[in-house]
């Protein structure tokens, strides 16, 4: 609000709180009043001096009277000096007030072109604030957009690569798995193929075990048969050496029964050696039987 708006308002305003009698005019008045009884109370005084010479009892009632009168005028000439003083003070306190009352007001009217003042002032800022905050929110905005598309290129790429990576490592799983079953089928071939020579390779020891256990037999038969034969002889010859003569009478029966005994002999180690033969042949035709393909 200007200046010149706000001095009009005030003096409205003081000319609505002026008063309409000044204290002079007041005062002016209660003192004429005063006057006019004081002179018509000593006209009655003079009146009653002409008549002092003859006093009667209904002249000193009237001056008794009179004298109370005056008493009673003097009393409310004093009242009317106290309630003027009175009223003067009143009207300067009144005025006082008003003037505080009008200081007040101007002051309030300061105060609230302060106010005033300080909400444009405010008002700009605010209007300031938000074109700041409008731009800094367009930043921000800006700064939020490219992150978000600098995010979905990120999270793109990050997508490419893993299913990328997920491709490649299904790959690398398929060949793993091929290789692995080829490794599994090779890994059983070699084992097949060794299971057949360890097989074989177990035949043939057996087949020379069974070979070296018969010809080892064979030979302590032989062995026996030559040692029995060399012990016979060799009893033999302590009995032709100890007894000469009763071997020449014996010689046939013991030629003899040595020649059956032999014969019994070499039939029962063929016998034996034909079972042991049949026996090793049987074994052979059930591991062929049992030989995979």
């Known amino acids: 609000m200007k200046p010149s708006k706000i001095k009009k308002k005030l003096k409205k305003i003081k000319n609505i709180f002026a008063p309409k009698l000044s204290l002079s005019k007041i005062s002016k008045k209660v003192?004429?009043?005063?006057?006019?009884?004081y002179k018509k109370l000593n006209t009655k005084k003079k009146k009653v001096k002409k008549f002092k010479k003859t006093r009667t009892s209904a002249q000193l009632k009237i001056q008794q009277k009179l004298r109370e009168q005056i008493a009673k005028h003097k009393h409310r000439e004093k009242l009317a000096k106290?309630?003027?003083?009175?009223?003067?003070?009143?009207?300067?306190?009144?005025?006082?007030?008003?003037?505080?009352?009008?200081?007040?007001?101007?002051?309030?009217?300061?105060?609230?072109?302060?106010?005033?003042?300080?909400?444009?002032?405010?008002?700009k800022e605010q209007a300031e604030q938000r074109l700041q905050n409008q731009e800094n929110r367009k930043k921000d905005e800006e700064k939020r957009i490219r992150l978000e598309q600098k995010r979905l290129r990120y999270e793109e790429q990050r997508l490419r690569e893993a299913s990328e990576k997920r491709i490649r490592d299904e790959e690398q799983r398929n060949r793993d798995e091929e290789k692995r079953i080829r490794d599994g089928e090779e890994q059983k071939r070699l084992e097949a193929e060794k299971k057949i020579k360890d097989e074989e390779r177990r035949i043939r020891d057996t087949k020379k075990r069974i070979k070296d256990e018969v010809e080892q037999k064979r030979l302590e038969a032989e062995k026996k048969i030559k040692d029995d034969e060399k012990k016979m002889i060799d009893e033999e010859n302590r009995a032709i050496?100890?007894?000469?003569?009763?071997?020449?009478?014996?010689?046939?029966?013991?030629?003899?029964?040595n020649r059956k005994k032999r014969d019994e002999e070499q039939f029962l180690m063929e016998e034996r050696l034909k079972e042991k033969e049949?026996?090793?042949?049987?074994?052979?035709?059930?591991?062929?039987l049992d030989k995979p393909n």
Request: hydrophobic share 30%; no cysteine; net charge positive.
């Open 31 to 37: 003192k004429s009043n005063f006057d006019r009884t």
């Open 82 to 123: 106290i309630q003027a003083i009175k009223i003067r003070n009143q009207e300067k306190q009144r005025l006082k007030d008003e003037e505080l009352k009008i200081k007040k007001q101007e002051l309030r009217l300061k105060e609230e072109d302060i106010k005033l003042k300080v909400a444009e002032l405010r008002l």
């Open 241 to 257: 050496a100890k007894i000469e003569e009763e071997r020449i009478r014996e010689w046939e029966v013991k030629f003899d029964e």
């Open 278 to 288: 049949e026996e090793r042949r049987k074994k052979l035709e059930l591991r062929k």
